[in-house]
């Protein structure tokens, strides 16, 4: 099992679950690390939500910069769109908007009681009782593939096809 807290963050669980979602928005810090550089460090935060709101099936990834925030943009391949806002300075919340065909949720991570590490932990009993990963590897490494191409993206100046 591997994955964000953010993943299970009560506010994004509350704006889920209201039919089906036709898109999603999420916002966030982003930093990199010299020693690591690229999205899987800060970035795998708002793309876990993303694709807890959207699930797999990504079929273009594209990431821009205007050398302080990142807009980061996937396509499924339904159609669906999803974004990334990657806040370079300034606000370090994280949160979005999930988008339904007759309305708009959104959400704020710390806008909620439980804490979103609670709401991880709890997911991890699950695993060590059930033995079913959430999300499941297939999900996990469709995430990989969409941090990494955002960062081939971003350094060629280009559309990712997957």
Do not use: N, Q
């Not at 993943?7 to 509350?14: D, I, M, N, P, Q």
């Not at 898109?23 to 939500?49: N, Q």
């Not at 943009?73 to 806002?85: A, N, Q």
Request: proline fraction near 3%.
């Amino acid at each position: 099992m591997s994955s964000s807290a953010l993943r299970f963050a009560e506010g994004l669980t509350v704006a889920l679950g209201k039919g089906a979602v036709c898109g999603a928005s999420v916002f966030g810090p982003v930093d990199f690390l010299k020693e690591r550089p690229g999205f899987s460090w800060y970035g795998i935060h708002m793309v876990e939500m993303l694709f807890r709101a959207l699930g797999t099936g990504v079929r273009s990834v594209r990431a821009e910069c205007d050398g302080k925030d990142y807009m980061l943009k996937g396509i499924w391949k339904d159609g669906r769109i999803g974004k990334v806002r990657g806040i370079g300075e300034g606000d370090a919340s994280f949160g979005g908007t999930i988008h339904y065909k007759d309305h708009s949720e959104r959400f704020a991570i710390r806008s909620h009681h439980t804490p979103f590490y609670t709401s991880l932990l709890e997911a991890i009993i699950r695993f060590v009782h059930e033995g079913r990963a959430e999300p499941p590897l297939d999900e996990t490494v469709a995430i990989i593939r969409f941090l990494e191409a955002l960062d081939v993206s971003l350094k060629e100046d280009r559309v990712v096809m997957l």
